[in-house]
């Protein structure tokens, strides 16, 4: 049977919000959870990834978990550690214990951010492309990667990590529009994902079918995901205000944009 009450974690943040707003439509009722309290949510659970009994209890009797709480750009190693490598830990034991058989993660493009982007007629970016993590924050989406594979091998839990490009909105760079998911798309990416079949552990590209997309998006539609959407729409504004990428600009030159780039973030 399709899952239908969704433990949705992160669901105060930027993505969450969106989701909160679109999956119900795809007949979902959501179990909220996030750090912060949600507005008009008096029902969320306030709750630390940290603190085990209020993540198994959160879980407990839910159909499926789509995880989305962590934090979501570069940090210091120890808060990556502690909210994405540990918390993700936490969730994963809790579903183990509550017998939860589906999570869909929230990996990112930055578990791969060092691949070069396809320029000309090199082929699109395939989902099995070496791991180049280009940020402490890359790196614990590679490990919430292979936690999902463990778990499927070990516990028989099933998940779907889905690397996801940008998704809000709108694209707000020359960037985005390569690996833009506009949120309607993101809810059918993740409706796919929490129905599909035997999907065991199933690596993803998540993003619209974009017309400059840089990654193959086969093993997102084999799980029966139909994007409907394209970014090519906003490329004439954004190109007009930030030109085109620039061959010679290191940021411009890999998947993973700026975080390539930055620098990083002391102390270790
Ligand atoms: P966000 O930073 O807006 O939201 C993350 C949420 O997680 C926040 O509301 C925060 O309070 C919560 N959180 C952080 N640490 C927590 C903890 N220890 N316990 C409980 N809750 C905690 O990020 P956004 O953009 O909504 O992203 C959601 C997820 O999707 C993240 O895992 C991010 O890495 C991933 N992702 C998002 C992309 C995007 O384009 N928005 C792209 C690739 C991946
Ligand atoms: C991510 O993983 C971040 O969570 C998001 O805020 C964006 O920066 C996105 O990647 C991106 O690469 O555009």
Redesign the pocket.
Known sequence: PAPRTVLLTGAAGGLGTLMRGLLPDHGYALRLLDLRPIDGEPDAVVADLADREAVREAVRGVDAIIHLAGI??EASFDKILKANIEGTYNLYEAAREEGVRRIVFAS???AVGYTPRPRGDDPLIPVDTPRRPDTFYGLSKCFGEDLAQLYWDKHGIETVSVR???CFPEPTSVR?LS?WMSPADGARLFHAALTAEDVGHTVVHGSSANTRLWWDLTSARALGYAPQDDSEVFAEKLIAEQGELDPDNPAHARL??H?VTDPPIWPY
């Open positions: 979501s750009l990112s493009n930055h996801i490009g940008s985005m690996v993973g944009g975080f």
